[in-house]
């Protein structure tokens, strides 16, 4: 079966501007979380969708955004980038949201300069 | 504030010798446990999930559970440098904004 893919692996964008990322779950998985890492905050959850709802949202200002198809895959919206979202995003899909594992993608590096 | 803590490390041992790594949770309210091995570069492997008090084994790992004191803690027996990663623990909190929540995680070195 194949893993979380996540598109692109790497992106490079100026303050600013607006990035999206796409993440495809595991096939039969229909809840997709999305973090940030940083190795000053770890990681940290921005979102989950579940049946093209949102279901939580973290601590993240507007600017972050993110939707669900109705084919489970999903993707997030960074709108006007700043310095410090230069982060790794990773997207993770799970079967259900209550409580099951989480599979992470290989996630995207995002440098914003 | 729900809230996992890992003692950051870096933890060093030997090969062969066993890993102890730990991780304490704030709020009681929480029925599923993860351990995600990091290794530099990478994205977190999902390596063991615990739901129950008590130990779960899984070939060198073992994961133990004590919802009382609630701490979670995994065992890395017969340690080998290809075990030397970051590990992260993470605790889904139920109730209100269920979440998954990981904590900074745990710098490990295996020494051949």
Same mark, same amino acid.
């Given at each position: 079966?194949?893993?979380?893919?996540?598109?692109?692996?790497?992106?490079?964008?100026?303050?600013?501007?607006?990035?999206?990322?796409?993440?495809?779950?595991?096939?039969?998985?229909?809840?997709v979380s999305w973090?940030?890492?940083?190795?000053?905050?770890?990681?940290?959850?921005?979102?989950e969708?579940?049946?093209?709802?949102?279901?939580?949202?973290?601590?993240?200002?507007?600017?972050?955004?993110?939707?669900?198809?109705?084919?489970?895959?999903?993707?997030?919206?960074?709108?006007?980038?700043?310095?410090?979202?230069?982060?790794?995003?990773?997207?993770a899909?799970?079967?259900?949201?209550?409580?099951?594992?989480?599979?992470?993608?290989?996630?995207?590096?995002?440098?914003?300069? | 504030?729900?809230?996992?803590? @890992?003692? !950051? +490390?870096?933890?060093?041992?030997?090969?062969?010798? *066993?890993? =102890?790594?730990?991780?304490?949770?704030?709020? &009681?309210?929480?029925?599923?446990?993860?351990?995600?091995? @990091?290794? !530099? +570069?990478?994205?977190?492997?999902?390596?063991?999930? *615990?739901? =129950?008090?008590?130990?779960?084994?899984?070939? &060198?790992?073992?994961?133990?559970?004590?919802?009382?004191? @609630?701490?979670?803690?995994?065992?890395?027996?017969?340690?080998?440098?290809?075990? =030397?990663?970051?590990?992260?623990?993470?605790?889904?909190?139920?109730?209100?904004?269920?979440?998954?929540?990981?904590?900074?995680?745990?710098?490990?070195?295996?020494?051949?």
């Amino acid at each position: 079966k194949a893993g979380v893919t996540q598109t692109p692996r790497y992106l490079i964008k100026t303050r600013g501007q607006q990035v999206t990322l796409s993440c495809s779950p595991i096939s039969g998985h229909r809840s997709v979380s999305w973090y940030q890492q940083t190795p000053g905050q770890g990681l940290q959850f921005l979102f989950e969708y579940f049946s093209e709802t949102q279901r939580n949202k973290g601590n993240f200002p507007g600017r972050f955004s993110g939707r669900q198809f109705s084919n489970s895959r999903s993707e997030m919206n960074v709108s006007t980038l700043e310095l410090g979202d230069s982060a790794l995003y990773l997207c993770a899909s799970s079967l259900d949201s209550r409580g099951y594992e989480q599979y992470f993608g290989p996630g995207t590096r995002l440098t914003v300069t | 504030q729900k809230e996992v803590e @890992q003692n !950051s +490390g870096p933890l060093s041992v030997p090969e062969g010798a *066993i890993a =102890s790594l730990n991780c304490t949770y704030s709020d &009681r309210v929480s029925q599923s446990f993860f351990w995600y091995r @990091q290794y !530099s +570069g990478k994205s977190p492997e999902l390596i063991m999930s *615990i739901y =129950s008090n008590g130990d779960k084994e899984d070939g &060198r790992f073992t994961a133990q559970l004590n919802k009382a004191s @609630q701490y979670v803690s995994l065992l890395i027996r017969d340690s080998q440098p290809s075990d =030397s990663a970051t590990y992260l623990c993470a605790v889904n909190f139920q109730g209100g904004s269920e979440k998954l929540v990981f904590g900074k995680g745990t710098k490990l070195t295996v020494n051949p």
